[in-house]
């Protein structure tokens, strides 16, 4: 369970106000940015599409040998990690789960996406307190659409 870390109160959509934001339409993604997993939102069954267009373009960077220019939402550091890591007898790159993350959220950002600005943890109990983003926005499949655009466009 969410909640507003200074007021322990549960966060509400800052769009229609539903405390129960994540049936209400407009949860674009709930990250638990501890453990760098998607809870939910419009985003949980299609982050997949933005990771494989990712790694492909990644590997058939680090396949040709050749460099990939990329600078926007933080791709230029989850570059470097992937070239560092790649294996080149392997026919997959593995993207670092939190820098993805990072990049992700602000992919979204930039395409319409807003965050909820108080402290929001998920206070599973002792150690196991995670930091949480979740992201609004009036239309969040307008938002991923646009997002998965926009990567396309910065990868090639």
Same mark, same amino acid.
């Given at each position: 369970?969410?909640?507003?870390?200074?007021?322990?109160?549960?966060?509400?959509?800052?769009?229609?106000?539903?405390?129960?934001?994540?049936? =209400?339409?407009?949860?674009?993604?709930?990250?638990?940015?501890?453990?760098? %997993? =998607?809870?939910?939102? %419009?985003?949980?069954?299609? $982050?997949?599409?933005?990771?494989?267009?990712?790694?492909?373009?990644?590997?058939?960077?680090?396949?040709?040998?050749?460099?990939?220019?990329?600078?926007?939402?933080?791709?230029?550091?989850?570059?470097?990690?992937?070239?560092?890591?790649?294996?080149?007898? %392997?026919?997959?790159?593995?993207?670092?789960?939190?820098?993805? $993350?990072?990049?992700?959220?602000?992919?979204?950002?930039?395409?319409?996406?807003?965050?909820?600005?108080?402290?929001?943890?998920?206070?599973?109990?002792?150690?196991?307190?995670?930091?949480?983003?979740?992201?609004?926005?009036?239309?969040?499949?307008?938002?991923?659409?646009?997002?998965?655009?926009?990567?396309?466009?910065?990868?090639?």
């Amino acid at each position: 369970m969410t909640i507003i870390e200074n007021t322990g109160r549960g966060p509400a959509c800052p769009i229609c106000n539903s405390t129960e934001y994540g049936s =209400c339409g407009h949860l674009v993604a709930d990250f638990d940015r501890t453990y760098g %997993e =998607c809870l939910g939102g %419009e985003i949980y069954d299609r $982050q997949a599409e933005f990771s494989d267009l990712a790694e492909r373009a990644f590997l058939l960077h680090l396949n040709q040998k050749t460099v990939l220019s990329v600078k926007k939402w933080g791709l230029d550091e989850l570059w470097e990690i992937t070239l560092g890591k790649f294996d080149p007898d %392997e026919e997959y790159v593995e993207l670092d789960g939190d820098i993805f $993350q990072r990049v992700l959220i602000a992919l979204l950002k930039d395409s319409g996406a807003f965050d909820v600005r108080e402290g929001l943890i998920d206070p599973g109990g002792p150690s196991m307190t995670s930091w949480v983003s979740l992201l609004f926005a009036d239309d969040p499949s307008k938002v991923i659409d646009m997002a998965i655009n926009k990567l396309k466009i910065e990868l090639h």
